[in-house]
């Protein structure tokens, strides 16, 4: 089992910028894959970034050049580093971890971009 804890969220004005963490924890983690997800009301999920254990990265074309995931193994934490937000980037955002196979979700954190 991995257990997923994100923090970060809030209220910030348009043009500003938000980090957000995702810390897992659990007994012999061994995550392949952790990804930041995001999901703005009346909308379907939709994959944000994703960060592989050695570093390899995907993001999604609407926030190339915004946002950095980044990861720390020793810590097992994913970062989400979002500058020049947008309105159009309010949603609830979540953390995922894969291992073994399974796919684990944390809570998320909710983004809210308005002047």
């Known amino acids: 089992q991995v257990q997923l804890v994100e923090s970060g969220g809030g209220l910030v004005q348009p043009g500003g910028s938000l980090r957000l963490s995702c810390a897992a924890s659990?007994?012999?983690?061994?995550?392949?894959?952790m990804a930041w997800y995001r999901q703005a009301p009346e909308k379907q999920r939709e994959l944000v970034a994703t960060?592989?254990?050695?570093?390899?990265?995907v993001y999604a074309d609407s926030v190339k050049g915004r946002f950095t995931i980044s990861r720390d193994n020793a810590k097992n934490t994913v970062y989400l580093q979002m500058n020049s937000l947008k309105p159009e980037d309010t949603a609830v955002y979540y953390c995922?971890?894969?291992?073994?196979?399974?796919?684990?979700w944390g809570q998320g954190t909710q983004v809210t971009v308005s002047s």
């Open positions: 995922k971890a894969e291992q073994w196979n399974r796919g684990y």
């Open positions: 659990g007994s012999n983690l061994d995550i392949r894959t």
């Open positions: 960060i592989t254990r050695g570093g390899s990265t």
